[in-house]
């Protein structure tokens, strides 16, 4: 390697410190394994005065959640014009926005679900759409606040007028897809395979079936028909390049077959901080195109750059 310094950014003080902690630390074992120079630098409120004296000659994101994946740590970075990796301020903004993301995706004629946004105190004791339906925060990752009303259920989820509710004001509430769990990744302009996940104990992929050893099953390739395979790598790639991802990113569908093979896909969001220890989805399917865990952070590495 060059002997580049790597500044691996994890933890931070989101929702998903946990998750980023344990990204943080695969990436940057691996980094050292092929020959970088990593610094660890659990993020702080004075993340830039730390980056300011590191002077590193990239930095390695592997922030998940608010502060982390909305574009706010890469202003940080670009004003320090520290080459950083990912997507940059822009995308990485307007894809953690699920109202935002899903509007340009569908202006391009990416597939979406029926959605309103709304404040969670308006939504009170009548259904705002018809169920099932899907309720989740505006602003977050790895499925935190998402809830699914049943159709049998008979009137919203109480926890949204709650005094414990830590996950903003704003909801989407959003028509639920029956079906199964598909993912693709992006790896610069090249569009990976395809993975169907299995969620264990749980009848979506939660936070427990992402990170709880054996919450859930990896199927990749995806056993799907070839040209529901071909749509959902093509759709992926379009959202990456219409939202403006830089890097790697992964979108996840919802794709429902129980009437036709044809059937329905959906596209749900894209993740421009993906999770990253060797087993998580992404590593997977680079894997699968010729990438071990080390050739992948590698790459990422030396596609690291500003303005973004």
Sequence with gaps: MSGKHVAVLMGGFSSERPVSLSSGEACADALEGVGYRVTRVDVDRDVATVLRELRPDVAF???HGPYGEDGAIQGILEYLQ???THSGVLASAVA?????????????GVPVAEERIMNRFDIGHEHPMDTPYVVKPVNEGSSFGVIIVDE????PPQILTSSDWPYGDRVMVERFVHGREL??????????DVTEIFPVGSSFYDYESKYVTGGSKHEFPAKILPNIYQKIQKLSLM???AIGCRGVSRSDFRYDDRFSP?????????NTQPGMTPTSLVPELAQL????FGALVSWMVEDASCLR
């Excluded at 693709?184 to 302009?189: K, L, P, Q």
């Excluded at 195109?289 to 071990?292: L, T």
């Design 61 to 63: 994101n592997a922030l």
């Design 183 to 192: 993912t693709c990744a992006v790896m610069g302009d090249q569009v990976l």
């Design 82 to 84: 520290i080459p950083y």
């Design 262 to 270: 044809d059937g329905e896909v959906v596209w749900l969001e894209v």
């Design 239 to 241: 959202a990456h390049e």
């Design 152 to 155: 049998d259920q008979s009137h």
């Design 96 to 108: 953690m926005d699920k109202q935002q993301a899903k509007r340009i995706a569908s202006a391009i």
């Design 289 to 292: 195109a010729g990438y071990d």
